[in-house]
């Protein structure tokens, strides 16, 4: 997975964006981890608009990216505890 771009939201609540492209023709699957306080994160469109929560224990979130998918995920503000991520 590559990460493409980690900024402040622009469309929606606050929160931190991060996006993710998978350039190969099979699924990936990894983790997504933070390393500061959040309230959970969600998978979103690009105007940042909800498509899906995205299930996670503690700081880390499970996901799967699909062949050639751009995948934009919104880690929303809380108290939960820079986003790395690793296939």
Not at 16 to 45: D, K, M, Q, W
Not at 49 to 72: C, D, K, N, Q
């Amino acid at each position: 997975l590559v990460v493409t771009a980690v900024k402040s939201t622009e469309y929606s609540k606050s929160g931190t964006i991060v996006r993710l492209y998978n350039p190969t023709n099979v699924p990936i699957s990894g983790t997504l981890a933070t390393g500061f306080p959040h309230g959970g994160a969600e998978v979103v469109n690009f105007r940042e608009e909800l498509i899906r929560p995205l299930a996670g224990e503690g700081s880390e979130f499970a996901l799967t990216v699909a062949p050639y998918e751009i995948m934009t995920v919104r880690i929303l503000p809380g108290k939960k505890d820079v986003a790395k991520v690793t296939p």
